[in-house]
Every structure is written in structure tokens, then in C-alpha cells.
């Protein structure tokens, strides 16, 4: 690790210059403790901000939080969780979309208080794991969640949110009414992937709302009330934020959002280690905490769950650039926006066409992530005990079952995250009990 003369570190700095602060010599990368030329830093944080951006601001478009006020907590999140970490852990925090189901569901009344205090709790318990992790270590929780079970709670996720975007999003006016604007949509975010290369290509799902809403546009059909909201909207001013309320049928409809968020956490620990070549796993119950905590102070104040973000995984994949100081400049830059009302305003146009063609592909993405982690951690499902998991659990969410017990109602998400976890270690118990080897035979399956 080498400064540059021209650019000494100075005292209070975090980072170290890598090399001379222009270049990267091949085979190097830039590790989190040190960062380019400034200009060259900022340069890479915008390119964070585009990465996250289109599915950061999808995630309020469905749930009908304020998307300005989103993308200013994830600002504010990303920030906090580079705080708590230490500096060490290169992360931005978006808009989870494991939230969009349950929130819909607390929210159900269009008030959505409760489902802003169920993002409290889950980011409150997350915390908490974050902090019993940080001193006790990480092995509980793989062989709480080994693969089969969180591939499987994964793409339940994506299957229990199919019928939203059959539904626009949850928009009332469906998809059904925009038949044209939905497939011109996901045509765009199809086609984009595989024409553009490099940062474009990444963001096929912004590119793609983008032509949905010019076509509505031309048609006239984009909201007169979002239009002229638009109009009217200030460019700058603070964002619509909106005080949480508890109640224990939104938290029992939140909660197991947090065993997705355990396992994209750990995932993305996973994933940056092995990219620098370094052992983070110290960092693990830090980052649980971080992104708890940025859970907790968006559901306070009207924005949604966080998560760190795969796309800018790829962003720092592509550019060999891990340092922490692009996702401060990624994060002040959401700040800033997030303070402008004309642009939260802009998003709110997005009619419910556009938004089924995008949540067509995005939803799919999720469920299609489930089976990718079975795939690269080589989950055998020659194992009864696996191939059983897996499939009552994604058959619970994709159906959305649904249990009530007094006030309470556990939706397709929870029953299905609890059939999981139940069956698999169930299971496992009954075969170490009894003396068999589930993973040496064959399980029932079906003739096709």
C-alpha cells in the first residue's frame, strides 16, 4: 500500500491514496482504507448512486411510501452503516424489497403507520442478532440458515410477490388497464440488458421506466393530480416524512423480513472478502448492527427497510474500487436528493403500467436469487430433508397462505420463512434420532 508524494495522508484522514491517486496497476485493487484522487472518488460514488437508484426508488413507488424521503434515509443509512463498521466495510443501504410484501399487507388500510413500526421492530431485532453476533461469533447463524433454507425464504419472497405485479404494483388501477405501457416496459428492460454494456447494462430497470413513461406520456395517461403535484412541488425543501404507529399485526406481518436481511448481509460480507482478499468476518455483527440501526431511523421518519445493495457489489467488481470513501460521496449525493421535493414528485408520475412491466422482471430477479444460491452453494436435493424445505416453503409463499389467530394474520412471507426453518431442522433432528441418512437416499419425487 503506497502513497502518493503529491498527496500525503493527512492527519485525520481514514484513507490512505492508492498509489498515485490516478490509476490502478492490473491485478490491484483499492481496498477499503484507501481511496483515488478525490475527483476520481466522487466520480465513483455517482456511479453507486445510478447503480442503486432504480431499485431504490421502485421499492416506495409499490408500497406508496414518499420515494424523496426513501432515497434521503438511505442516504442517511448508508452513512450511519459506514460509521458503525468502521470504515471497513464498503456497503450502500437501498430499499429492500423483501419489506414490499409485508408492508402492503400492513398497510392494507392505506395508513401506513403500522407498517412503519413494523420496519422499526424488524430493524430494532436486527440490531440485536447484529450485536449477539459481534460477541459470540457467526456460526449460529449459518446452521440456523444454512443455504437450503435461505434460498428457499429468498424465492418465496419473489413468488409471493407475482400477484403485485399482475396488480401494478398495488396501484388499484392494475396492470390489466395499461396492457401496452407493461409490455413496452419490460420489452425496454429486456432488450437494454443485452444491447448496452457496462454501467447502462446495469441499469436496464431505470432505462426501462424511463421509455414505460414516455410512452404513457405520449398516450396521455400519466395521473393529472401526480402532474400537476409535480408542477407545483418545490425544488428544494425537506421530505414528507410520516411518524410510525405499533400494532402487533404489522410487526407479526414485518418480522421475518429479518432472517432475508441476516442472509444478504452475511452474503454481501461474504462476497467483499472474497473480492479483496481479506477475512471480514469480524465485521459481520457490525454490519447487521449497521444496517439495523439504518432500518430503525428509516421507519422512523417515513422510508423504507434497508439492505446493502448487490448492484454496487458490481459497481466495485467492475471498477476494482472498494473504497469507502465513494460510498460516502454515494450517500451524501442520496441526501441531496432525497431534499428535493420536485423530485420525489417526478417519481410519484410513474403510472401503474410502467410499474407492472418492471416488478414483472424485478420479482422474478428475487425468486430467480433463491435458486442461485442453492446453485453456487451446491445444495444436493437428492436430500429428501432439502428438496421437502424447499418445496413446501416456496408453495406457502407463492400461494400466499394465510393463518389467522385472533387479531393476528400470518401471511404467505412468515408461514412460509417458519415452514422453512421447521422443516429443515425438524427433519434433520428426526433422522439423527431415528439413525437414518436422508442425505444418502433419494427423496419422493414426482413423475413427470
Known amino acids: 500500500m503506497t502513497q502518493s508524494p503529491t498527496e500525503p495522508r493527512s492527519g485525520w484522514s481514514p484513507w490512505t491514496v492508492h498509489g498515485d491517486g490516478r490509476s490502478i496497476r492490473p491485478g490491484d485493487v483499492v481496498h477499503p482504507a484507501e481511496r483515488l484522487s478525490w475527483p476520481r472518488t466522487v466520480g465513483v460514488g455517482v456511479q453507486h448512486v445510478v447503480a442503486m437508484f432504480g431499485a431504490t426508488f421502485t421499492v416506495p413507488l409499490i408500497t406508496g411510501f414518499p420515494p424523496a424521503t426513501t ?5 442517511l443509512g448508508t452513512l450511519l452503516f459506514l460509521l458503525i463498521t ?41 440490531a440485536l442478532v447484529g450485536v449477539a453476533v459481534q460477541l459470540a461469533g457467526a456460526r449460529w447463524i449459518d ?10 425464504i429468498v424465492a418465496l419472497i419473489g413468488l409471493n410477490l407475482a400477484p403485485v405485479a399482475w396488480d401494478g404494483g398495488g396501484s388499484g388501477t392494475g396492470v390489466k388497464a395499461q396492457p401496452l405501457i407493461a409490455v413496452v416496459t419490460l420489452a425496454a428492460i429486456l432488450l437494454t440488458t443485452v444491447f448496452f454494456r457496462g454501467f447502462l447494462a446495469r441499469l436496464s430497470i431505470l432505462l426501462g421506466v424511463v421509455v414505460g413513461w414516455l410512452l404513457a406520456a405520449l398516450l396521455g395517461d400519466l395521473d393529472p393530480k401526480a402532474v400537476t403535484g409535480l408542477k407545483q412541488a418545490a425544488w428544494v425543501g425537506l421530505p414528507e416524512f410520516h411518524a410510525p404507529s405499533f400494532s402487533l ?38 454490519a447487521f448492527l449497521g444496517d439495523g440501526v439504518a432500518t430503525v431511523l428509516a421507519g422512523s421518519g417515513g422510508g423504507s427497510g434497508t439492505t446493502t445493495y448487490a448492484e454496487n457489489i458490481g459497481v466495485m467488481a467492475a471498477t476494482r474500487v472498494y473504497s469507502t470513501a465513494a460510498y460516502w460521496v454515494a450517500g451524501v449525493a442520496a441526501v441531496l436528493l432525497g431534499l428535493s421535493p420536485k423530485f420525489g414528485a417526478l417519481i410519484l408520475t410513474v403510472p401503474a403500467g410502467v410499474l407492472g412491466g418492471a416488478t414483472t422482471a424485478l420479482y422474478g430477479l428475487i425468486a430467480v ?80
Open 71 to 75: 432515497l434521503f434515509f438511505s442516504g
Open 86 to 126: 468502521g470504515n471497513r466495510l464498503p456497503s450502500y443501504l437501498g430499499s429492500s424489497f423483501a419489506f414490499i410484501a409485508p408492508v402492503l399487507a400492513a398497510k392494507a388500510g392505506g395508513d401506513i403507520g403500522p407498517a412503519l413500526g413494523g420496519i422499526v421492530v424488524a430493524g430494532a431485532v436486527l
Open 143 to 152: 446452521a440456523l440458515m444454512p443455504p437450503v433454507v435461505t434460498g428457499a
Open 249 to 286: 399485526r404489522a410487526v407479526v406481518l414485518v418480522i421475518p423480513v429479518i432472517l432475508v436481511l441476516v442472509a444478504e448481509n452475511a452474503g454481501h460480507v461474504k462476497a467483499v472478502a472474497a473480492m479483496t482478499g481479506r477475512n471480514l468476518d469480524r465485521q459481520l455483527g457490525r
Open 369 to 448: 436469487l433463491g435458486a442461485r444460491i442453492w446453485i453456487e452453494n451446491r445444495v444436493d436435493f437428492h436430500d429428501p430433508v432439502n428438496l421437502m424445505t424447499a418445496a413446501v416453503a416456496l408453495i406457502i409463499g407463492a400461494a400466499n397462505y394465510t393463518l389467522t389467530v385472533g387479531d393476528l394474520s400470518f401471511n404467505g412471507i412468515a408461514l412460509g420463512t417458519a415452514a422453512a426453518l421447521v422443516i429443515h431442522h425438524g427433519m434433520r433432528l428426526v433422522a439423527r434420532l431415528r439413525g437414518t441418512t436422508p442425505d444418502s437416499r433419494r427423496g419422493p419425487e414426482p413423475e413427470l
